[in-house]
């Protein structure tokens, strides 16, 4: 057996090793790239022949790819490279910063095309495909290379060879051909076809030698669980799922609040690991004795609260005569008859947040069986029946209170009741379920009603959507649960494409957002330099109107454009103070300079930003030429005014949305401790939170961007659109105002169910 070479814990920077993964990961990598990418014009030729009116736009894209492809090949080694040469250095280069900068090139603040959004959304997914794939050698392959080249730690961002970094590489090199935006989506498609797999090889590859070699080799040897202790054999009555222990008699309705107690703490803990994303692949769902568990100690915790939440009048109506549970058979043709003509009370019922939604269910339902010829006087619910039109009742009060559901998606969501209570009666495994196909649905229609107020087209064919679903599901639902599985996977496609649109809506308003800041910046270094010139005596009205305007705007796009070490910078700059000194001359009464000869090309140049050419500009130049002759000769009667300048004026940045929020004026954010503001600054990208306004009223933002200029953090609410900028000084002031807090959404349906929960617990909130 071959010797391992000694290596220490923590080498630090190990150029060998780190030439060893370089050579095991670049050149396959672009060898492969290469390979493939020689079969993509045959397949655009194919395409061709299929696309229609589209034909010659897959012709054009495949001449130019084979004119191209070296270049191409080219640029996507040239990306890896740089990103390990980064590695190298032990400051890793982010992919996210890598692509936000690529192709900007000198565009300054110019938004980034909507082809181009498309494209890098495009590889974007590419990169996801690859990780979903080799994600376990991924997360070795991220620890190995960090601990050869001496970084703290990388992730999929910053392994230079990872996923995210390939599909930069893959935007670039096509980036460098004139393609057409839907030969370019397919071109990155065949990538993630054709290449992926073969990435993934040679990852495999890399991973395999930097353990030969001695590069934490305990890491490629899965985890030893240990042996699962044999279970206590169970008692006589185990199917019915319920507890034993401590010679409780839980038949005993005095234990009822034992039981509720069990039941939230299991449901809570139910909750915390799907929140933590079990590793060990839990989906959310407990197991048979576990759900079993949870649904009878439900319904003792319905039973229980009962009382409470009826009023004195239904409490009497049950208790009225010797009378019969409704069958299933009973039960089931009411709820469709509601299902397909709901009558208008409990239309109504939907709206008001002041009646009972279970109540008015089970009058609707007693009301319904009496069309059916049922004796009113002679029926009653049955007690898991009416147990399900509570939960499902509640449930659905919980998510028109406290979800951003208005008008017509209030509506919407309103007409799924009915069906949601069959589902309840059909399969009480919907409340513990997760992967429950209606409670999936529920999730996405919920999802794509949320604060819709269909304002844009987008908006509106999904609204659209979400009602040709739910007239479908109303049309077609009996008792057979397969049409919400099957309208849940249409409608998880169509959910798809529109959060595509809102990730190039939030990419849009994180640019838009950096090409502000960068603005606001230039301005104020603009104003800073023409603040500090214009100290001291007064000038002359020419000389200061000059500087105000025409200087000041072209030093600013200078900035922009340039940056503060610019060559057109330092022009406009120099520029300046000559004027300046020639002022300071004049003033000393210089008679007979030749004034501003040496600047008059400077001078054209900053007359031609606000647009004065020709002409205008030399007339624009002879008021400040004149002007300095009339100081020297001390007749300040021949000073000229400029001549009037074209109305050109920068953007202003809108006001910041913070302000906007209103956080009142005994709220300073520069008081706030610098710990709290820290754990802002700490927060993850694609963070949500809850932002509360003046009334109470709550909208989810996202973390989409933080400024590097200003450290303000830009949020998006669920369109995508820019929601709020605030710096983490106002975020702390606003969670002390009560006007903030941590957003959990773990789909609405379970979110709705943790409120019925609250509800329901006398020890977390009164019952409602």
């Known amino acids: 057996m071959m010797s391992q070479p000694h290596l220490p814990e923590r080498p630090g920077h190990n150029p060998d090793l780190l030439a060893l993964a370089r050579e095991a990961a670049l050149p396959p990598l672009s060898a492969t790239f290469a390979r493939v990418l020689a079969g993509f014009d045959d397949a655009l030729f194919d395409r061709a022949e299929t696309a229609g009116a589209s034909q010659l736009v897959f012709l054009d894209g495949m001449r130019e790819l084979r004119r191209r492809r070296d270049d191409i090949t080219a640029r996507f080694g040239a990306h890896l490279r740089q990103a390990w040469a980064a590695l190298e250095a032990a400051a890793p280069l982010s992919a996210e910063a890598a692509l936000a900068q690529a192709g900007q090139g000198d565009a300054g603040l110019s938004l980034v095309s909507e082809h181009d959004l498309e ?98 080799p305990a890491i490629s040897q899965p985890p030893q669980r240990p042996a699962a202790a044999p279970r206590p054999a169970r008692p006589a009555d185990a199917d019915a799922g319920m507890p034993h222990g401590d ?182 495994r919907m409340f513990v379920q997760k992967t429950h196909p209606a409670r999936r649905l529920l999730n996405s229609l919920a999802e794509a009603c949320e604060g819709n107020a269909g304002e844009s087209q987008a908006e509106r064919a999904l609204m659209g959507k979400v009602e040709e679903i739910i007239d479908r599901l109303i049309a077609e639902f009996n008792e057979n649960l397969a049409i919400f599985l099957t309208l849940e996977e249409e409608f998880r496609e169509f959910l798809a494409q529109h ?36 100290q001291g005596a007064p000038l002359p009205a020419a000389i200061e109107g000059f500087l105000r305007q025409p200087w000041n705007h072209h030093l600013t796009m200078s900035l922009l454009r340039e940056g503060d070490d610019g060559e057109s910078v330092g022009e406009a700059l120099a520029l300046a103070d000559v004027l300046l000194e020639e002022v300071a001359e004049a003033r000393r009464h210089v008679v007979g300079k030749p004034w501003l000869q040496s600047i008059q090309p400077g001078l054209r140049k900053v007359f031609a930003s606000v647009g004065l050419h020709g002409e205008g500009s030399v007339g624009a130049i002879d008021a400040l030429h004149d002007t300095l002759q009339a100081i020297a000769e001390a007749r300040p009667e021949l000073e000229r005014a400029l001549p009037e300048l074209p109305q050109v004026s920068l953007p202003t940045p809108p006001a910041q949305e913070s302000a906007a929020l209103d956080l009142g004026a005994g709220a300073r954010p520069e008081n706030v401790d610098h710990a709290d503001a820290a754990r802002y600054r700490a927060m993850d990208i694609g963070t949500w939170l809850d932002f509360i306004d003046k009334d109470g009223k709550v909208q989810a933002g996202k973390l989409s961007w933080v400024s590097p200029i200003s450290s303000r953090l830009l949020f998006v609410n669920r369109r995508g659109i820019r929601f709020c900028v605030a710096s983490p000084e106002e975020l702390v002031v606003m969670e002390r105002l009560g006007r903030l807090r941590p957003h959990v959404d773990d789909g609405a349906f379970d979110s709705a169910m943790q409120g019925v929960i609250d509800r329901l617990d006398p020890q977390t909130s009164t019952v409602h």
Request: proline residues 4%.
């Open 499 to 534: 959060r595509r649109r809102i990730e190039i809506a939030e990419r849009r308003a994180t640019e838009t957002q950096r090409g502000q800041e960068k603005l606001e910046l230039a301005r104020s270094r603009a104003l800073a330099e023409l603040e500090r010139r214009l």
């Open 247 to 428: 010679d409780e008699d839980l038949s005993d309705p005095q234990h009822a609040p034992a039981w509720a107690r069990r039941f939230t703490e299991r449901w809570a803990r139910h909750r915390s690991e799907l929140q933590a994303g079990n590793p060990a692949g839990y989906d959310g769902t407990p197991s048979a004795s576990g759900q079993n568990m949870i649904l009878e100690a439900l319904h003792e915790l319905l039973a229980q609260t009962r009382h409470v939440r009826e009023d004195a009048t239904a409490a009497a109506q049950v208790a009225v005569g010797q009378q019969r549970p409704l069958s299933q058979h009973e039960m089931m043709s009411v709820l469709s008859l509601l299902q397909a003509t709901p009558t208008a009370t409990l239309r109504a019922a939907v709206g008001d947040q002041s009646e009972s939604l279970a109540q008015r269910l089970k009058n609707e339902v007693i009301s319904g069986a009496t069309r059916l010829g049922v004796d009113p006087g002679q029926a009653r619910l049955d007690p898991q029946d009416e147990d399900a039109i509570d939960l499902v009742g509640m449930l659905f009060d919980v998510m028109l209170d406290e979800r951003e559901l208005e008008g017509r998606s209030r509506e919407l969501i309103g007409r799924l009741v009915v069906p949601f209570v069959k589902v309840a009666l059909l399969d009480r």
């Open 119 to 216: 494209s890098r959304l495009a590889v974007r997914n590419f990169a996801a495909v690859v990780l979903r794939e080799w994600k376990p050698v991924l997360a070795r392959l991220d620890r190995r290379l960090a601990w050869i080249s001496g970084v703290d730690g990388l992730d999929i961002d910053l392994n230079p060879i990872g996923p995210e970094h390939i599909g930069v590489a893959v935007h670039e090199a096509f980036g460098v051909c004139d393609l057409a935006a839907e030969v370019r989506l397919v071109l990155i498609k065949l990538c993630e076809r054709e290449f992926a797999v073969q990435v993934g090889r040679i990852y495999r590859d890399v991973d395999e030698r930097l353990a030969q070699a001695g590069v934490m």
